[in-house]
């Protein structure tokens, strides 16, 4: 079964501008989830859609924005970006369909994308 | 008080010996935990799922789960430099409910 692929691996970017990453989840999962992982701060939950629906979302402010289409893939967009935004951004999926203690709730991340914001 | 809390580390073991990593979580009806190892600029590798209390072994790993004390464990047994890396704690309330990760222990093998 192929992992969770993410594109693209690598970006550069200067401030002001905007980026859209994509994320492919493993197949027939229903849910993705996005972090920003930094040095200083860890890993940082952003959102998480499950059937194309946003079902959480973490405190980060509404230049972060995400979608999922009806395969499952999905995207996240950063508007206005700024020097803080570089960071190694992350998407994991899990089948995310049981309540209560499941291994459907395990979450596979990506390899990531790494975003250099100058 | 965080909601997943670890030892940053660095915890340092001699190669060979059992390596213990310990998380404690807030949320009193908390049902899924996981542990992820995470090498330097990598993406993080699920290693160990519990559900219930007890210990679940796979092969060097033991997971060990205490709802009561909100408590839960990694053992690493016959620690390899191969273990060094940062273990991340993970907790669940199940389905539709986010998953929040403690800030990692670093864990370094010395030979």
């Known amino acids: 079964k192929a992992g969770v692929t993410q594109t693209p691996r690598y970006l550069i970017k200067t401030r002001g501008q905007q980026v859209t990453l994509s994320c492919s989840p493993i197949?027939?999962?229903?849910?993705v989830s996005w972090y920003q992982q930094t040095p200083g701060q860890g890993l940082q939950f952003l959102f998480e859609?499950?059937?194309?629906?946003?079902?959480n979302k973490g405190n980060f402010p509404g230049r972060f924005s995400g979608r999922q289409f009806s395969n499952s893939r999905s995207e996240m967009n950063v508007s206005t970006l700024e020097l803080g935004d570089s960071a190694l951004y992350l998407c994991?999926?899990?089948?995310?369909?049981?309540?209560?203690?499941?291994?459907?709730?395990?979450?596979?991340f990506g390899p990531g994308t790494r975003l250099t914001v100058l | 008080q965080k909601e997943v809390e670890q030892n940053s580390g660095p915890l340092s073991v001699p190669e060979g010996a059992i390596a213990s990593l310990n998380c404690t979580y807030s949320?009193?009806?908390?049902?899924?935990f996981f542990w992820y190892r995470q090498y330097s600029g990598k993406s993080p590798e699920l290693i160990m799922s519990i559900y219930s209390n007890g210990d679940k072994e796979d092969g060097r790993f033991t997971a060990q789960l205490n709802k009561a004390s909100q408590y839960v464990s990694l053992l690493i047994r016959d620690s390899q430099p191969s273990d060094s890396a940062t273990y991340l704690c993970a907790v669940n309330r199940g389905s539709a409910s986010k998953i929040i990760f403690g800030s990692g222990t670093r864990l370094s093998i010395r030979p």
């Open positions: 949320d009193r009806v908390s049902q899924s």
């Open positions: 197949s027939g999962h229903r849910s």
């Open positions: 859609y499950f059937s194309e629906t946003q079902r």
């Open positions: 994991a999926s899990s089948a995310g369909t049981l309540a209560g203690g499941s291994s459907y709730n395990e979450q596979f």
